[in-house]
């Protein structure tokens, strides 16, 4: 049997990592040197290995800039949706009734699987997304609120649940921007979604695993009918405008 070389093994490691989340789409690789020595490797067969993983369009190498995981790596069912709720708005409450259904699951393996790392990065997300609150972009709350529940998806160690749950962020993201700017700046909304969210991390980290989907499911309950309501307000506010101008 032919034996497998050591930078298709340090490639297949890499590649592990980003599907597993430890490296996120767009984030940079860290130096060379350190991650040689992280994975105890040496440094030519670690760049054979990444010089592997620039062909299959899974890293970017750009000059005197270092490497980068390609920022395209989202699940293939994303691009197609993203057209598909442009043309039929009403669907984006199909994103987060699935949403619904897969967070309740993901929070509920990551109180059973969540590691002390993963527990602090959970805690870490939380703060910043409260420490965030009142940013001049609301979308950029929208992206901190994004990443901390994707810190439980992770915790819950289910590589499918995390790919298929960051297509559905990517979703909402493009498909209710203008809602999800509201949604944080409405002092009625941002209050309870804070303590919801606090509640969720605190099940995770406790390791409650059935109180914890009940947060995450809760919590989305709470967010999708607060969104109908800001589209009820937009409609009726629209028109009132159109009443005026008739």
Excluded: W
Aim: hydrophobic share 40%; aromatic share 4%.
């Amino acid at each position: 049997m032919k034996q497998q070389r050591l930078s298709d093994r340090i490639a297949e490691k890499l590649e592990a990592m980003i599907a597993e989340g430890s490296l996120k789409p767009g984030e940079r690789l860290p130096a060379e040197r350190e991650l040689a020595s992280r994975l105890e490797v040496s440094r030519p067969s670690l760049r054979e290995a990444i010089q592997k993983l620039n062909s299959k369009g899974l890293l970017n190498t750009r000059h005197g800039g270092g490497t980068y995981v390609c920022d395209s790596l989202e699940p293939s069912f994303v691009s197609p949706l993203i057209a598909l709720l442009r043309e039929m708005p009403e669907s984006r409450y199909d994103v987060l009734e699935i949403r619904h259904a897969l967070e309740g699951t993901a929070a509920y393996y990551a109180a059973l699987r969540s590691t002390g790392e993963d527990k602090a990065k959970i805690r870490r997300c939380f703060e910043e997304m409260i420490a965030g609150h009142g940013n001049p972009d609301p979308m950029a709350e929208a992206r901190a609120d994004a990443a901390f529940h994707l810190s439980i998806v992770e915790a819950s160690h289910n590589v499918v649940l995390l790919h298929v749950m960051r297509g559905l962020f990517t979703l909402l993201q493009n498909s209710i921007s203008h809602n999800l700017d509201k949604l944080y700046t409405l002092p009625r909304v941002f209050e309870p979604l804070s303590r919801q969210h606090e509640r969720l991390m605190n099940t995770v980290i406790e390791g409650d695993a059935e109180k914890a989907r009940q947060a995450a499911q809760e919590h989305l309950v709470f967010v999708e009918e607060s969104l109908q309501q800001i589209d009820r307000e937009e409609v009726h506010k629209q028109r009132a405008l159109r009443g005026m101008s008739g």
